[in-house]
């Protein structure tokens, strides 16, 4: 219940920060991000991929090095993909050896909202741990982060990322804190062009698998 009233409260944050008109981004370590764009496939299939631990890591082979565990703590409701909810434990990079990997543990729920639009909400997961307190970030904090997805004409899907991570700056070299400060490292505008990207790649890999299958 703990959990669930946890996932919960960040679902709520999430839409109210997907509703503000205004920019999220603040010149601060505390500053969120945000992103949209649109994708090749519907909101149901971007839910399965990114509740599945293979899937979400091959979607994002340039951010996501590797996860260790994915605790399945609710499957949803009635074989409903709406009210999963994951620990996830995983390692976010970018790939020089300038830039610490950054370890995350995090909560991951889903919610259905209305009929062809879906909630992807992460949390962290240290929040929970009893007798928890504040303490100075060793390496890195998601704060509330996720994405809502909405079904458009054409089995294409609308996203919108939202991405708020602090960070010890110290564990960044000098030519990297303009990259990472700015929200291009390990912002929103990384994970919406990694995702497109990967759809675009996917594109391309089944013309070449199925030529003919491709333009009947």
């Not at 008109?21 to 010149?27: H, N």
């Not at 020089?96 to 991951?108: A, G, H, N, P, T």
Request: aromatic residues 10%.
């Amino acid at each position: 219940m703990v959990l669930l009233n946890l996932a919960l409260d960040a679902l709520n944050e999430l839409f109210r920060l997907y509703e503000n008109d205004k920019p999220l981004w603040v010149s601060s370590l505390d500053g969120a991000t945000r992103e949209s764009g649109t994708v090749a496939d519907t909101s149901l299939a971007l839910v399965n991929t990114l509740l599945d631990k293979r899937q979400w890591v091959e979607m994002f082979p340039c951010v996501v090095e590797k996860t260790y565990t994915t605790d399945v703590i609710s499957t949803g409701i009635g074989g409903n993909k709406s009210g999963s909810l994951l620990l996830i434990k995983t390692e976010l990079q970018i790939i020089s050896d300038l830039v610490y990997v950054r370890e995350v543990q995090f909560l991951r729920f889903c919610k259905k909202y209305v009929e062809g639009v879906w909630a992807i909400i992460d949390v962290s997961g240290d929040t929970i741990q009893e007798g928890s307190q504040e303490s100075e970030i060793e390496n890195c904090w998601r704060f509330l982060s996720g994405c809502i997805l909405q079904d458009m004409p054409n089995s294409y899907c609308q996203v919108t990322w939202i991405e708020h991570m602090e960070y010890n700056e110290n564990l960044v070299h000098d030519w990297y804190r303009p990259l990472i400060k700015t929200g291009l490292g390990f912002g929103a505008h990384r994970w919406m062009v990694t995702l497109q990207r990967q759809y675009q790649f996917l594109k391309v890999m089944k013309s070449i698998v199925d030529p003919i299958g491709n333009h009947t």
